[in-house]
Every structure is written in structure tokens, then in C-alpha cells.
């Protein structure tokens, strides 16, 4: 069953704490970079990404919502009274949160309107067999994932910030290690 974000906030007055961050964590917010281009009819990518970066917005507002934060730190607070798995979901919850409000809402909203243009490029350049069709919005990957890393944690390198969203605490020189390791047999 999915609840909508604001009749979790609303569950918050009869549930735990807990309960409310788990509705949150597990149900009701979608990840908007998963979306994909699916029978999308040619021309309308102008308005997918409009849609997109809209629905990024939102969604973010819901991420960062000052009162989900506040939930966090009344759940932290409470850490001792949590069991481990529950712990787990706490931390993991926070460190998204933590994430998301480092972010600008405009940059979220750019990365998905420049999801949409950059998919729509890669498919035009891949037909032509012509990358240069699509190297412009390769340099805007890398120029807004620059920005995102930067907002996160501008003390670590850039690409171990954007490691951790595919491999939390994963660094690179860990990664050397382990390819070095490879390499050798």
C-alpha cells in the first residue's frame, strides 16, 4: 500500500517516531533519478524534462522537509531505546537527509531536466554515430555532478562523494587497493 508524504507527516501524531520514518524511508518517496525514458513519442522530451525537473522539486521539498529533519534528530536522540535494525534505518535515513539538504533545490531540479536532455542527445548521437551531438551534455554530467559533489562534502574528493551514492563509505583509495590486488592475482 503507498501513503502519500503528507498522511505520513499526519500518522506522525498517533505513531512512534519510528514507525513515521519507516513509512518515509520504505514507501513514500520514489527516487527520481531512476525514472526512465519509456515510449516517450518522439518531440515531447521538452516536456518530459519540464515534468522532471517539476517533479524534482517537489520531491525535494518532501526530502528536506524541516520537519522530517526534526523527526531524525528526536529519533538519534532516542538511539538507545532503538534496536539495531531500527538503528540502521535512523543512520541511513539521516545520512540521506543530510545529503539532500546540501543541495540547492535548483541543482536537483537541473540534474533532472538535464536527464531528460542528455538521454534524448546520447540517443540522437548514438543513431548518427556522432558523438559530438552528445559530448555538450557529457560536460554538463560532469560540470553538475562537480557542483553536487562540492555542495556535499567539499573536504573529500570529488569523486569519492559521488561514490557513496553507489557504494556507501566506499572511497577511491580503498578502490586502488582492491584493483591493485586484482591486477596481481
Known sequence: MSICYVD??????THSLFRMLMLC???????VTTA????MPE???????AQKSALAGV???????????????????AAGELDPVQAAVVRDATRSYTRETALP??????????????YVAWVAARKESDFSKFAPFLQQWVDVN??????????LPVYDVLLDDYEKGMMS???DEIFAEVRTG
Open 8 to 13: 505520513m507527516l499526519a500518522l506522525a501524531r
Open 25 to 31: 524511508v520504505t514507501c513514500c518517496i520514489p527516487d
Open 36 to 39: 526512465r525514458q519509456v515510449m
Open 43 to 49: 518531440g515531447s522530451a521538452g516536456s518530459r524534462g
Open 59 to 77: 520531491l525535494y521539498d518532501k526530502r528536506t522537509d524541516q520537519q522530517l529533519g526534526s523527526l531524525l534528530q528526536q529519533l538519534k536522540a
Open 105 to 118: 533545490k535548483e541543482l536537483a531540479q537541473r540534474i533532472a531536466q538535464l536527464e531528460t536532455d542528455a
Open 146 to 155: 562537480k557542483q553536487k559533489a562540492a555542495a556535499i562534502d567539499p573536504s
Open 173 to 175: 583509495a580503498r578502490l
